[in-house]
């Protein structure tokens, strides 16, 4: 569902894919009714209904924690056709759930589907829910953060069993962004809910990204210089041309950011001319670029947190804005905004381009003191999810424009320390970068093809996945990712188009 104009340009959500199904059931259709549905720990039954749909049966649930909560969750029955699965699905910013057509293709893939709204606004860029009377409504964060992913996978089991009177065979989760954070989520806090997580682009270490994405605004107005959006795509072009043939090949695509040392001051006095303007290159906008592409410091210039990649899209969180005068501003990202101004500021109001450097590292510390424990998403321990037989498989763009993939990165290298190295934990947890793809895909790289597909052949078949097969959404360059810390890699030799001139190293 393109709920706003950010889901729209750029989807929070993985649109699921679909993959080969065993041969369906050839048991009578189960009449499309309500059915008695168990509470989930902790929880009470409001209501259920049912309604038929084409070529479904769609169960709503509501239920409640504390009697000021009301929570939808929505249960997709196919009505012919069913696998035998079921399939969670997440949300995006600050929506919890897909009710759109993410959830539905996966009805009509053969499964059973699941989503929920966990009591909050169905619009990724509404946090109008988070304050009561100036205070951070807990419940419903509680909710959005880890309770309501639970509560699904319970309710969507309990639904599907009592319509077709026969037990799951397997349980899936799909979401990127926070469809990702909460597959996370649930690996680290409900090991057994899953036997298959797919989770990509991942919003963990939420208390850090969440304001470290606030970072350029800052940046611009404490150096009080705002570079013009055609300058800052200069230094994105710049970026690119420069560190885009490291590894013998010229495609517009910086495979490694993190190896590019592309200094932005080398385009200090450059004239950019773009829609009949004309700007010159100064030495203040190279100051705040190399800022950005850095990331945020505290007030001893220690790094913080990972900044934005070089050769990424600088639109959402670094993106100028003209106002009538023409004076240029700096928005902010949206999602860092709302983060700042609900539940860090507890003002829905407040200004965040007042934020001095000093302020700004005081809200990054608090945000990891306040809501870590809660919404931060970064337990490495994962031997219980291990101990379960779960799978959790995750891509990441490098070109991601929105959650700098840093954080994820971090977060893996975090459980190979807790839990003996990379070859034990891809033993059940397994990450591809994939170069030049942006949030949750997008962009110039070839992108996964049918990651679920290879998850649940992970899953059922034991088919570890060694490489993703990925492929530009027009199908003109083909390339194998490759698990992490293997990285895809050009051999030199043959078309850089094509997946077989690639190796894993």
């Not at 990379?422 to 591809?432: C, E």
Request: hydrophobic letters at 35%; glycine letters at 10%; one cysteine or more.
């Amino acid at each position: 569902m393109r709920r706003t104009l950010l889901a729209a340009a750029v989807p929070l959500l993985l649109t699921t894919v679909t993959q080969l199904a065993p041969a369906a059931s050839a048991a009578p259709v189960p009449t499309c009714a309500a059915v008695a549905v168990p509470a989930p720990p902790g929880a009470k039954i409001e209501s259920v209904s049912a309604a038929p749909k084409t070529g479904f049966c769609q169960v709503t649930v509501t239920l409640t924690h504390d009697g000021s909560d009301h929570v939808k969750v929505v249960v997709g029955l196919p009505d012919t056709g069913w696998t035998g699965r079921l399939q969670a699905l997440g949300g995006s910013a600050y929506a919890a759930g897909e009710f759109g057509a993410p959830f539905t293709q996966a009805v009509e893939d053969g499964y059973s589907a699941v989503t929920t709204d966990a009591g909050v606004s169905e619009n990724a860029l509404d946090t109008s829910w988070a304050l009561t009377d100036g205070k951070v409504n807990r419940t419903l964060l509680t909710n959005f953060a880890t309770r309501s992913t639970h509560d699904e996978a319970v309710i969507g089991k309990a639904v599907t069993e009592r319509h077709y009177q026969r037990p799951i065979t397997y349980s899936y989760w799909t979401g990127c962004s926070t469809g990702g954070r909460q597959g996370y989520s649930e690996a680290q806090n409900h090991a057994g809910d899953f036997d298959g997580i797919l989770a990509n682009a991942p919003a963990v270490q939420w208390t850090q990204f969440a304001v470290a994405t606030l970072w350029p605004q800052v940046v611009m107005n404490n150096e009080h210089d705002f570079p013009s959006n055609c300058v800052l795509s200069a230094f994105q072009k710049a970026a690119v041309q420069a560190c885009d043939a490291r590894d013998g090949v010229t495609n517009g695509i910086v495979d490694h950011p993190d190896e590019c040392s592309y200094d932005p001051r080398k385009l200090v006095g450059t004239k950019v001319v773009c829609d009949g303007r004309e700007f010159t290159v100064t030495a203040a906008d190279a100051e705040v670029m190399r800022k950005i592409w850095a990331g945020p410091t505290d007030e001893r210039g220690r790094k913080l947190w990972a900044g934005l990649p070089k050769g990424a899209d600088y639109t959402w969180v670094a993106g100028t804005q003209a106002g009538p005068d023409g004076t240029l501003t700096a928005p902010g990202f949206k999602v860092a905004v709302l983060w700042a101004q609900s539940f860090l500021e507890k003002q829905a109001d407040f200004d965040t381009s007042t934020l001095t450097y000093a302020q700004y590292t005081a809200l990054f510390r608090q945000s990891v003191r306040e809501y870590d424990g809660v919404i931060g998403t970064a337990d490495p321990d994962l031997s219980a999810f291990r101990r379960s037989g779960g799978k959790l498989l995750t891509y990441v763009g490098t070109n991601d424009q929105l959650i700098p993939p840093g954080g994820t990165l971090y977060y893996r290298q975090q459980v190979e320390r807790a839990m003996g190295g990379s070859q034990r934990v891809n033993d059940f947890y397994r990450l591809f970068l994939a170069p030049g793809v942006e949030h949750c895909g997008g962009g110039l790289g070839p992108q996964p093809s049918n990651p679920l597909g290879a998850l649940v052949d992970w899953v059922e078949h034991g088919k570890a996945p060694a490489t993703l097969a990925a492929a530009t959404a027009d199908g003109t360059a083909t390339r194998d990712l490759c698990a992490y810390p293997r990285v895809s890699r050009y051999t030199g030799h043959g078309d850089p188009a094509t997946a077989a001139n690639y190796r894993c190293r």
